[in-house]
Every structure is written in C-alpha cells, then in structure tokens.
C-alpha cells in the first residue's frame, strides 16, 4: 500500500483505466518497459499514438466527406489506427475500431460513420484519462525521491 | 554470427516465427501441424515473450541445446541477447516502438524501417543482422515479399559455400538469418508463408517442443511482472 497520497490516488486512477475498460494488459506490457533508463517510455508511447492517431482520423474524416465512399480505403486507414490502438493497449478504441471495418466489409457506409463518430468519442475519452493520469504521475515524481507535490 | 567472411563462419539454421493476435489454440494447432511455426505469438509485441523466442532462434543454430538457457530467468537471457542486431520491419510507427522497446530491454541493437523496400536497401551490402522482425501486413511490400530478396542472397552466398564444412558438425554451411514475422491474422499468414516456402521442416519434433519450452518462460516471467 503506498503511504504517499499522491501516489495512491494514481495508483486507483491507474486501476480505474482497467476496470472501466479503457486499457488492457498491453498497457501492463508498456509499463513493464519503463524503467530507469527509460523513465517516460509509456508516456513516450503514448503521445506517438496521439500523433499518428490524429493524422489517421483526418484521413478518415477526409475520406467520409467523399462519396461514394472508398470502403477499400477506409479500411485500410482503419488497419493503421487499429495497429496503433492495439499496441498501446486502447481496448474500447480497438474494439470500435474493428466494428467500424466490419462495416466497411460490409459495405455499409451508414454503419461507419455511426461507428467512426462513436470511436472518436471513445478515443477522447481515453485521452483525457490518460492525460490526467500522466499529469498526476509526474506531480507524484518518482518513487524514489520524496518530492513536494505541486 | 554472420560475418562478412568467406570460409570458417558460424551458420544458423532458418525459423520463422509468427507473430499474431487473438491466436486461438485451434490455430495454434493447425499452425504447428502444418510444420509452419515452432511458435506463434500475440502481436502486439510482448517484451518477454518477443525476448524470449529471439533467444530461442538464436541460440537453436549452434547446438541443440532447445531448453537448456531458457528456464534461468532473464538475466541469461539478457546475457545470449546482449549485442545482437535486429531489424524491425513494421510501417506502424507506434508498434514498431514498442516492438523496438522490447528489445532494447535485453540490450539488442536495433534498426527500424517502415517497409519492405526500404529494409531490403539495408542488405544491399552484407549486413550483420541476427534476425529480422517482419511485419507482413504491410500494403506496399508484404513481409513475404521482402523476405525473398532475403532468402536469394542467402542461398547465393550457401551456393558459393557448397562443399564448405561447418567447423561444428561438419554439416554444410546454411547461411539463414532469423525472420520473425509479425501479423494480426494467422491462418492467412500461415498458408501465405507456406506458399512462399518459408516452412521449416527440418525438426518439426523439435518445434513443438521449443514452444512449449518458451511458453513454460513465459510463464513464469508472467508470474513476475504483477509485484
């Protein structure tokens, strides 16, 4: 049990992210990763996939805003955004993410900008619980020092 | 080792790995039975796991020695993977850090490239890389493809070899580098490598036992992480 406040809050925040379904163990693996040598790894990470997460999603935007739509496309833009969902272990984005291929499968251009509207709103609320969660992590400062919290 | 010498190298028979996600056992199975992959392993990339089989590889070629290494825990694993080079294939650029992270861990030297061209300018002269991870799902060159180019000057080079003795065995050199090939679908995976004449056929036995050895590894690295 952590004796700092600070980072018991984070450590329920941290477990929150996992019941509430936002991440799974791939995250665990990513935190595995980190360690002195590479202090920030997840955050590092994590802030690759908002890079190209946010180009993926304007493509997509992009190629909803012409019909008929290129299902061929779509899908493959989604691949990408999947891939990069996965790797950092975003669960409900990974799973709005396979929907919405389905639909292009499928070719049902209705069901994709259902589901490209809800993937988008998954994806902000993850960015938001991981943005606090990171934020909550450096005012804790790492384990060893006995930092003031801000 | 791969050097850029002539006579008296060290040579490594091929495997190949796959690596996937959602692999359920019924294609695990069919995987195994097919002769393909000794092992088949999620994708996205585990850090012990992905260690953990790049040993394997690395260590199957000189002596038979399948389980011997791998039951001691990271630290010897650590040790067989120190200094070895590795080329990741993958055009996700958040997999491939994370897959570049994992290794990085046992203190392997890595080398990105997003596709199979621009790996494949990497070999245009002769490279030291121990093994290759592959992505073979990428839409401009899959990894197969990238990987025949690999493959031909592998055997040019064991043609110029012929009638060359391995210093251990006495077997004729077989230069093959590692390819461990990444993807999120298996069984189309499976056949695709298998027309591509990427089976490994040589100890099917042997195989099967060599993934259960590095699933019995990792395991028990699992059983560590949650402290």
Known sequence: MERNPMRRQLAIMRQSLFDQGHVDEQFVQLEELQDDANPNFVEEVVTLYYRDSARIILNIEQALERKPFDFRKLDAYMHQFKGSSSSIGAKKVKAESTLFREYCKSGNGEGCMRSFQQLKKEYATLRKKLGAYFQLARQAGPVETASRPK | ?227
């Open chain 2, 1 to 227: 080792m791969l050097e850029g010498k002539q006579n008296g190298q060290v040579f490594k028979l091929p495997k190949v790995i796959l690596l996937a996600t959602n692999i359920t056992n019924v294609e695990l199975e069919k995987a195994k039975a097919a002769g393909f992959a000794d092992t088949v392993i999620m994708k996205p990339m585990r850090a012990s796991m992905a260690a953990a089989c790049l040993q394997q590889v690395l260590g199957i070629g000189k002596k038979r020695q399948a389980g011997k290494n791998m039951l001691n825990g990271s630290m010897a694993l650590q040790g067989l993977l120190c200094g070895k080079k590795i080329l990741v294939v993958d055009d996700n650029m958040v997999h491939q850090r994370v897959v570049a992270g994992a290794l990085k861990k046992f203190e392997v030297a890595v080398e990105c490239r997003e596709s199979g061209k621009a790996a494949l300018k990497l070999l245009q002269r002769p490279y030291c890389f121990d093994a290759y991870f592959m992505d073979i799902q990428m839409p401009e060159m899959n990894g197969f493809e990238a990987t025949h180019p690999i493959r031909m000057m592998e055997s040019k080079a064991n043609k110029q070899m012929n009638g060359g003795m391995d210093e251990d065995s006495g077997r004729k050199g077989e230069w093959h580098v590692p390819i461990l090939a990444m993807t999120a679908d298996v069984i189309h995976a499976t056949y695709d490598a298998l027309n591509a004449g990427w089976m490994d056929v040589s100890k099917p036995f042997e195989e099967a036992k060599l993934y259960q050895v590095v699933a019995e590894f990792f395991k028990s690295t699992r059983s560590n992480c949650f402290t």
